[in-house]
Structure formats: C-alpha cells, structure tokens
C-alpha cells in the first residue's frame, strides 16, 4: 500500500501571534533586552594574548540567547548565533513588526480607532 506524504498545516500569522506569549511580542516590537551572562571560548596567541573571544547573552525577558564572536584586532562581530525559546520563531510565515505591535495592543482591550479619524 503507497504511504501519503502527510503535509503539516501551517497555522496562520494571526493564529500564531494569538498564542504568542506577551513577552515574545515585547521583544519582537521593542528589540531584546540583553544581559551579558559570560565570555568564553577566548583563544590566545603564542604569548597569551586574547585573539578573540564568544561572548553569551540572554535576554532578560523572552529567554533569547545570542552567541557573539568578537576579533580582538579591531573589536567587530566574526560570528552570531540566536538561540529562540520554543515558541518564539513563527513557522512557514514571517512575523511584521506593525502585526505584533497590533496584536500587543487588542490585548490590551483597546478599540482601534477607523480610518481618518484620531490621527
């Protein structure tokens, strides 16, 4: 008997910024809080020197984490890794900022007001 190749829904943006947490859509509207919690994997030179180093944060609100490899020569990024909590990423569709600052404010119980209006 032939298999089906069972294609998983994708549920909409609007249902996907619904079940967001509040503290995603924070961060997604205001940018990521972030709190250095260490450096590490420094590599030296023969004379032990520091040639670069990663430095690791975490956000204070969503639990984000970003790796950041820093040269030394002249202090610029070489390398970046986000690590997002489960949740945070929204799948098969991408996420406008207006569209999470919109679904931060109707759960705030506030009535958008119409077009012309209020402006």
Request: glycine fraction near 6%; charged fraction near 30%; include cysteine.
């Amino acid at each position: 008997m032939p298999t089906r190749n069972r294609v998983r829904s994708v549920p909409t943006m609007a249902k996907q910024l619904e079940e967001m947490k509040l503290s995603f859509l924070l961060c997604r509207t205001e940018r990521h809080k972030w709190d250095i919690v260490t450096d590490r994997d420094i590599i030296t030179d023969q004379w032990g020197g520091v040639v670069r180093f990663t430095r690791h944060n975490r956000c204070d609100r969503c639990d984000a984490e970003r790796l950041i490899t820093i040269s030394t020569a002249d202090f610029t990024v070489i390398h970046r890794s986000p690590i997002y909590p489960p949740g945070y990423l929204a799948r098969g569709v991408r996420i406008p900022v207006a569209e999470a600052r919109r679904e931060q404010f109707s759960r705030g119980g506030l009535k958008i007001a119409k077009r012309g209006r209020n402006r």
